[in-house]
Protein backbone atom coordinates (compact mmCIF):
# COMPACT_ATOMS: atom_id res chain seq x y z
CA UNK A 1 0.00 0.00 0.00
CA UNK A 2 1.23 3.71 -0.96
CA UNK A 3 2.04 5.90 1.98
CA UNK A 4 -0.31 8.99 1.84
CA UNK A 5 1.13 11.82 -0.34
CA UNK A 6 -1.43 13.80 1.13
CA UNK A 7 1.10 13.59 4.15
CA UNK A 8 3.48 15.99 2.38
CA UNK A 9 4.24 19.13 4.18
CA UNK A 10 3.18 17.92 7.56
CA UNK A 11 4.64 19.32 10.02
CA UNK A 12 4.62 17.55 13.44
CA UNK A 13 4.71 18.93 16.70
CA UNK A 14 7.62 19.95 18.22
CA UNK A 15 9.55 17.68 20.92
CA UNK A 16 10.25 18.19 24.78
CA UNK A 17 13.10 20.49 25.46
CA UNK A 18 16.22 18.25 25.00
CA UNK A 19 19.04 19.89 27.17
CA UNK A 20 22.46 18.96 25.91
CA UNK A 21 24.94 17.99 29.02
CA UNK A 22 28.61 17.91 28.81
CA UNK A 23 28.07 13.91 29.24
CA UNK A 24 26.04 13.32 26.92
CA UNK A 25 28.45 15.35 24.36
CA UNK A 26 31.54 13.01 25.56
CA UNK A 27 29.49 10.12 25.30
CA UNK A 28 28.66 10.71 21.86
CA UNK A 29 32.14 11.63 20.97
CA UNK A 30 33.27 8.57 22.27
CA UNK A 31 30.60 6.85 19.86
CA UNK A 32 31.47 8.50 16.79
CA UNK A 33 35.29 8.36 17.83
CA UNK A 34 35.40 12.18 17.72
CA UNK A 35 39.18 13.39 19.18
CA UNK A 36 38.73 16.69 18.83
CA UNK A 37 40.16 18.79 22.13
CA UNK A 38 36.47 21.02 22.49
CA UNK A 39 34.30 17.73 22.88
CA UNK A 40 36.21 16.60 25.73
CA UNK A 41 37.59 19.59 27.63
CA UNK A 42 36.01 22.31 28.62
CA UNK A 43 39.04 24.96 28.78
CA UNK A 44 40.50 23.65 25.35
CA UNK A 45 36.29 25.14 24.34
CA UNK A 46 36.85 27.89 25.76
CA UNK A 47 39.90 28.72 24.29
CA UNK A 48 38.31 28.59 21.03
CA UNK A 49 35.93 30.63 21.65
CA UNK A 50 32.65 28.50 22.46
CA UNK A 51 31.10 28.85 25.73
CA UNK A 52 31.23 25.38 26.75
CA UNK A 53 31.65 21.72 25.06
CA UNK A 54 31.55 21.49 21.81
CA UNK A 55 28.87 18.40 19.76
CA UNK A 56 30.49 16.65 17.00
CA UNK A 57 28.91 17.81 13.64
CA UNK A 58 26.43 14.54 13.75
CA UNK A 59 25.55 14.76 17.20
CA UNK A 60 21.28 15.87 16.28
CA UNK A 61 21.62 12.56 15.56
CA UNK A 62 20.14 11.83 19.52
CA UNK A 63 17.49 14.31 19.03
CA UNK A 64 15.95 13.87 15.52
CA UNK A 65 15.83 10.22 14.76
CA UNK A 66 13.46 9.45 17.96
CA UNK A 67 11.55 12.79 16.65
CA UNK A 68 11.62 11.23 13.24
CA UNK A 69 11.20 7.89 14.11
CA UNK A 70 7.45 9.17 15.36
CA UNK A 71 6.84 10.93 12.49
CA UNK A 72 7.00 7.50 10.75
CA UNK A 73 4.81 5.76 12.59
CA UNK A 74 2.25 8.25 12.10
CA UNK A 75 -1.05 6.48 11.74
CA UNK A 76 -2.32 9.27 8.73
CA UNK A 77 1.08 8.67 6.69
CA UNK A 78 0.18 4.57 6.43
CA UNK A 79 3.47 3.04 6.52
CA UNK A 80 2.49 -0.37 5.16
CA UNK A 81 5.33 -2.12 7.10
CA UNK A 82 6.46 0.20 10.00
CA UNK A 83 8.72 -2.43 11.51
CA UNK A 84 11.10 -2.83 8.11
CA UNK A 85 12.41 0.65 7.60
CA UNK A 86 16.39 2.01 7.38
CA UNK A 87 17.91 5.54 7.52
CA UNK A 88 19.49 5.76 4.68
CA UNK A 89 20.68 9.46 4.68
CA UNK A 90 21.34 12.59 7.17
CA UNK A 91 22.78 15.66 6.28
CA UNK A 92 23.09 19.02 8.20
CA UNK A 93 22.92 22.75 7.69
CA UNK A 94 24.02 24.84 11.20
CA UNK A 95 23.34 28.12 12.06
CA UNK A 96 25.69 27.88 14.69
CA UNK A 97 27.33 24.51 16.93
CA UNK A 98 25.56 22.82 19.54
CA UNK A 99 27.26 23.33 22.94
CA UNK A 100 27.08 22.14 26.45
CA UNK A 101 24.20 23.57 28.15
CA UNK A 102 22.00 24.28 24.50
CA UNK A 103 18.30 23.70 25.59
CA UNK A 104 16.94 22.45 21.90
CA UNK A 105 13.61 21.75 20.57
CA UNK A 106 13.10 19.43 17.20
CA UNK A 107 10.56 20.34 15.14
CA UNK A 108 10.05 17.84 11.67
CA UNK A 109 8.04 18.63 8.52
CA UNK A 110 7.38 15.78 5.97
CA UNK A 111 9.38 17.11 3.04
CA UNK A 112 8.25 14.36 0.57
CA UNK A 113 7.64 11.01 -0.16
CA UNK A 114 9.19 9.02 -3.60
CA UNK A 115 9.14 5.51 -4.44
CA UNK A 116 11.48 2.58 -5.39
CA UNK A 117 10.08 -0.34 -6.88
CA UNK A 118 7.80 -1.64 -4.11
CA UNK A 119 9.90 0.25 -1.62
CA UNK A 120 8.62 4.14 -0.33
CA UNK A 121 11.10 6.43 0.50
CA UNK A 122 10.35 9.60 2.68
CA UNK A 123 11.91 12.47 3.45
CA UNK A 124 11.98 14.58 6.77
CA UNK A 125 13.34 18.32 7.73
CA UNK A 126 13.79 18.61 11.03
CA UNK A 127 14.51 22.07 12.69
CA UNK A 128 16.30 22.24 15.69
CA UNK A 129 15.62 25.58 17.71
CA UNK A 130 17.14 26.56 21.03
CA UNK A 131 15.50 27.62 24.12
CA UNK A 132 14.62 31.38 23.24
CA UNK A 133 13.73 29.99 19.42
CA UNK A 134 16.73 30.27 17.32
CA UNK A 135 17.46 28.68 14.55
CA UNK A 136 20.83 25.88 15.61
CA UNK A 137 20.70 23.44 12.70
CA UNK A 138 18.13 21.57 10.06
CA UNK A 139 18.49 18.02 9.52
CA UNK A 140 17.24 16.87 6.27
CA UNK A 141 17.05 12.44 6.99
CA UNK A 142 15.64 9.86 4.78
CA UNK A 143 13.98 6.72 5.22
CA UNK A 144 13.41 3.76 3.11
CA UNK A 145 10.36 1.59 4.25
CA UNK A 146 10.08 -1.42 2.70
CA UNK A 147 7.21 -3.18 0.30
CA UNK A 148 5.99 -6.46 0.50
CA UNK A 149 8.43 -7.79 -1.63
CA UNK A 150 11.23 -6.44 0.56
CA UNK A 151 10.46 -9.05 3.41
CA UNK A 152 12.20 -11.98 4.31
CA UNK A 153 9.25 -14.63 4.75
CA UNK A 154 12.06 -17.90 4.89
CA UNK A 155 12.01 -17.04 8.60
Not at 24 to 48: H, M, N, P, S, T
Not at 123 to 142: L, P
Amino acid sequence: MPMNQGCVGKVYPPTAPYEVGREKIREFAAAVREGGAACWDVEAARALGYPDLVAPPSFPMVMTLEAEHDAVHDPELGAADQERFVHREQRFAYSRPIHAGDVLTVTVRLAGIDSIGDNDVVNYESTITDAVGEHVCTARSTFVIFGQSGRDDAS
